[in-house]
């Protein structure tokens, strides 16, 4: 099993980033998804979740309205897309599916002026 994040970087605030997370070695469509981060000397939380076949997504309280989590089942492949980002949105993103796997290396997101 393998989990790519990509997509990160630096923005400024009220800007926005697109994440991915390319997923191999499981049957991609038969999992839901989700997305988690990870904010310096915080525990990981979950972000926003995805059932298997897209039909569903929920999100933490603070992301609503603002974060979009969709998937493309024929390319094994997981998205989020944050707007109006904020300082707090800044840590490490990470995807999984659920039940939980391996851990990937994650992406940063840094939201700075």
């Known amino acids: 099993v393998q989990l790519v994040e990509s997509g990160g970087g630096l923005v400024q605030p009220g800007g926005s980033l697109r994440l991915s997370c390319a997923a191999s070695?499981?049957?991609?469509?038969?999992?839901?998804m989700r997305w988690y981060r990870q904010a310096p000397g915080k525990e990981r939380e979950a972000v926003a979740t995805i059932s298997s076949t897209g039909g569903s997504a929920y999100y933490t309280d603070s992301v609503k309205g603002r974060f979009t989590i969709s998937r493309d089942n024929t390319r094994n492949t997981l998205y989020l897309q944050m707007n109006s980002l904020k300082a707090e949105d800044t840590a490490v993103y990470y995807c999984?599916?659920?039940?939980?796997?391996?851990w990937g290396q994650g992406t940063q997101v840094t939201v700075s002026s």
């Open positions: 999984n599916r659920l039940p939980g796997t391996n």
């Open positions: 070695g499981f049957t991609f469509s038969s999992y839901d």
